[in-house]
């Protein structure tokens, strides 16, 4: 039997039940949504200048979520976050009790950062780019990814990582009926320390051979014109048929911080580029952008997207080429 899987006894007061599968997702999505109201005045404050779509400034939700998750889940707040309170649940130590703020702090960071760094775009994979490719893949698809796990499958306890790592419980804030002790094992913790460490792995490999897989076919002339052009955090490029009638298309996808007015001549510019360097463009019907512009902190965003798709043989009237 392997030792790390035996049983460790932990104890709770009588009165504790623990939450149910749904009633804690539903706490979960109320608190997504309380988080989401007071975080959009201030996307509203910073917006599209300070916290364009697609960019690191997802990060900027951290300064709303980590007080709400960490303040209202300590002794501060009961142990209840809104969600929580709304749905008669709690968290609590081993001891039954609230946590320090501290130590709900550290809960918050492991539950929300996966949550924040989902959905961050990386322009050129330079050397800063790639590490921080690397945090945010660790983060989303390992940490986040042990996350749901663990608490799926931990039916007995259903403590998900953050509550593994943390030594915490969410309870029926007022249930009356189930004895202690209880019996729990270091099982979902183990397998989520191997998840996340196959997850790191393969992210390595995919850091260190990515870029080359990532510039396929585009030479590097045209991922250098679409990172000098003014305002664009990223582009992204794909191939595809069309599903009904057959064609090719290319089609460019854009995250733009400048003007909205701004837009049509961003567009152009990367149909320039395409034009030039693209090696499938002589043989593709269809060549499109789309402009992706406004502003997204994570935890609240607002997004607006705008086509431009013509033929190739147009686009060329269009720009004097």
């Keep these: 039997m392997d030792p790390s899987a035996g049983p460790v006894i932990e104890t709770q007061p009588a009165s504790s039940r623990f939450a149910g599968f749904w009633r804690r997702i539903g706490a979960l999505f109320i608190d997504a949504a309380v988080v989401g109201l007071l975080g959009f005045p201030l996307g509203m404050l910073l917006g599209e200048r300070y916290a364009p779509a697609g960019t690191p400034a997802r990060l900027i939700g951290l300064l709303i979520i980590a007080p709400y998750l960490g303040v209202m889940g300590s002794r ?19 001891n039954g009790q ?17 949550w924040i760094f989902n959905g961050i775009r990386f322009g050129s994979l330079g050397p800063v780019v790639l590490a921080t490719l690397w945090i945010a893949s660790v983060l989303v698809f390992g940490v986040g990814g042990a996350i749901i796990g663990t608490y799926v499958l931990n039916r007995r306890t259903r403590q998900a990582l953050h509550d593994l790592l943390v030594g915490t419980y969410v309870i029926e804030a007022s249930g009356q009926s189930l004895p202690v002790p209880f019996t729990s094992t270091r099982r979902p913790l183990s397998a989520s320390v191997g998840w996340i460490g196959i997850v790191a792995v393969a992210t390595t490999a995919m850091v260190n051979v990515g870029p080359n897989l990532i510039s396929g076919p585009f030479p590097p002339v045209l991922k250098e014109s679409l990172a000098s052009i003014p305002g664009a955090s ?9 599903p009904i009638g057959g064609g ?6 854009l995250w733009y911080r400048g003007p909205g007015d701004g837009a049509r001549q961003a567009a152009r510019e990367v149909v320039a580029a395409v034009l030039r360097h693209h090696p499938d463009v002589a043989t593709t019907p269809t060549l499109g952008v789309t ?3 406004g502003w997204d902190i994570g935890i609240a965003s607002s997004t607006s997207a705008v086509n431009f798709v013509q033929t190739p043989a147009q686009w060329r009237a269009e720009l004097g080429m």
């Design 248 to 253: 090719k298309i290319i089609l460019a996808l």
């Design 291 to 293: 402009v992706i512009r």
């Design 76 to 94: 501060i707040g009961g142990g209840q976050t809104l969600g929580k309170r709304l749905l008669g649940l709690r968290v609590v130590d081993t």
């Design 234 to 242: 990223s582009v992204e490029i794909r191939s595809y048929t069309r």
């Design 98 to 114: 609230p946590l320090p703020v501290g130590r709900a702090f550290v809960r918050a960071a492991i539950l929300s950062l996966p």
